[in-house]
C-alpha cells in the first residue's frame, strides 16, 4: 500500500492535456480517472483501482437497489487514461465539465488517491482550512 501527499499547482493545456507531478508519479503508463465529491476528480494507480472495486463488490449487496444505482453512477464515471511518449495525459471532456477545470489546476495526494481540481474549487473549498483545522483532525477518528 503507498500513501499520496501534497499539493502542487498545474495548468492543463489547449489540448487538455495534464502530467502527474513527479512527487505522485509511478510506473504505470495509465491511469483510472472518475469523478470524485465536492466537484474534484479521483485519479487510481492500478492497484489503487483494484483495491477500490473489490471494496465496492463486498460491500454492496445485490439486492440493495439504491446502493446499486450509486455503485453504478460512481463506477461508470471511470474512464481509463494513457500517457503519451513525455507524460501528458489528455482529460476527458465529460470530467473536465464535472470538475469544472479550464486551465488553473491543483493536483493533490489524498491517500491511496490522487485528487485533480479546478483552483478556484480547491481554493473555495479550503478557504477555512486553518482555522478548521482542530475541528477536522478530530473528525479522522486517531
Known amino acids: 500500500m503507498f500513501y499520496l501527499t501534497g ?3 498545474h495548468q492543463m493545456d489547449t489540448k487538455n492535456r495534464i502530467r502527474i507531478p513527479n512527487k505522485l508519479k509511478g510506473d504505470e503508463k495509465g491511469l483510472y480517472f472518475s469523478k470524485g465529491t465536492n466537484n474534484c476528480l479521483f485519479v487510481y494507480y492500478e492497484a489503487g483501482f483494484k483495491e477500490l472495486v473489490q471494496k465496492l463488490e463486498e460491500s454492496v449487496k445485490i439486492s440493495d437497489t439504491n446502493k446499486q444505482k450509486s455503485l453504478r453512477v460512481f463506477a461508470k464515471s471511470f ?3 494513457e500517457g503519451d511518449s513525455q507524460g501528458r495525459m489528455i482529460l476527458p471532456q465529460k470530467l473536465k465539465e464535472y470538475a469544472k477545470i479550464d486551465k488553473d489546476l491543483v493536483i493533490c ?3 491511496a488517491r490522487i485528487e485533480i481540481w479546478a483552483k478556484e474549487v480547491y481554493d473555495k473549498y479550503f478557504e477555512q482550512e486553518d482555522e478548521d483545522f482542530d475541528e477536522l483532525f478530530g473528525l479522522l477518528d486517531i
Do not use: Q, R
Request: net charge negative.
Open 7 to 9: 499539493e502542487y499547482a
Open 109 to 111: 495526494g489524498a491517500g
Open 79 to 81: 474512464t481509463y487514461v
